[in-house]
């Protein structure tokens, strides 16, 4: 009985959310990847890799910390790679929208500029176009987002 209030209550938050005011400044800092936990509320530490609805095997779940500056800049790091970006949240749709930015240097950046995902601004550096992460549940000091289907990411507060 408890296992299907809990995976009715999962349901329910990945098609509704829950309706939370979230403003720009509550997520600025640290927030350190906890775990990702599956529609039973279970830690998963490998999941099924599917790509284009092809499976690829099993993937080792390994999700980025973030820290977010009031200037709208991030950085999000994990043990394998550092990465910068811009960020906004969109406050409709409780998304955080990451923009990934690209050096000029990069040997990704043709392919990129092709398939048409990034832009170049001001400051010389090119950004790809908006990843964007549901937060389903905020608190001052965790949150919970949505990640593939049936998974979601829990994040603390550093």
Known sequence: MRKTIFTTLILMIFQIGISQEIAESDLIGEWTFIELQDENGEKQTKIPLT???RDMGIE??????????????????????ISYGTWFLDKET?????ELRIEPESPYLPSLKKAGIVTKREDGFYYQ?????????????????????????IYNRK
């Open 129 to 153: 176009k908006a990843v964007k992460k549901r937060i389903l549940i905020f608190g001052t000091d965790s949150m919970t987002i949505a990640d593939r289907e049936e998974y979601v990411l």
């Open 94 to 98: 409780n998304e955080l929208n990451l």
């Open 51 to 53: 790509r284009f609805g």
């Open 60 to 81: 080792k779940v390994n999700r980025d910390s973030y820290i977010f500056n009031d200037d709208g800049t991030y950085k999000s790091f994990n043990p394998l790679n």
